[in-house]
């Protein structure tokens, strides 16, 4: 049974930083690419950033390109996104998933979420 477990949410004022974990289980990480997610009240989820499964970024969106980061750890099968210069526009569930080899786009599995509030 595939298991994404986030971490690291939290409340913090703009100008802030947070990083949040994703452990997962049940999968050969590293042969996964990564991705993290986010969906604020009444907006459709989005993709913030991408890691390829050997630790290359393959995408930032361009909301968050030079404040956040995007890495893992195969050895520890987590994935982390670095959250820095945070404003209140970041406010979000933030969700890991795992990409399904092979394939482009198609995050076959999802972590439960996180909770990010950025107060002005």
């Known amino acids: 049974q595939v298991q994404l477990v986030e971490s690291g949410g939290g409340l913090v004022q703009a100008g802030g930083s947070l990083r949040l974990s994703c452990v997962a289980s049940?999968?050969?990480?590293?042969?996964?690419?990564m991705g993290w997610f986010r969906q604020a009240p009444g907006k459709e989820r989005e993709l913030v950033a991408q890691i390829g499964w050997s630790g290359e970024r393959t995408y930032d969106a361009d909301s968050v390109k030079g404040r956040f980061t995007i890495s893992r750890d195969n050895a520890k099968n987590t994935v982390y996104l670095q959250m820095n210069s945070l404003k209140p526009e970041d406010t979000a569930v933030y969700y890991c998933?795992?990409?399904?080899?092979?394939?482009?786009?198609?995050?076959?599995?999802w972590g439960q979420g996180t909770q990010v509030t950025v107060s002005s």
């Open positions: 049940g999968l050969t990480f590293s042969s996964y690419a």
């Open positions: 998933a795992a990409n399904s080899p092979g394939y482009v786009m198609k995050y076959d599995y």
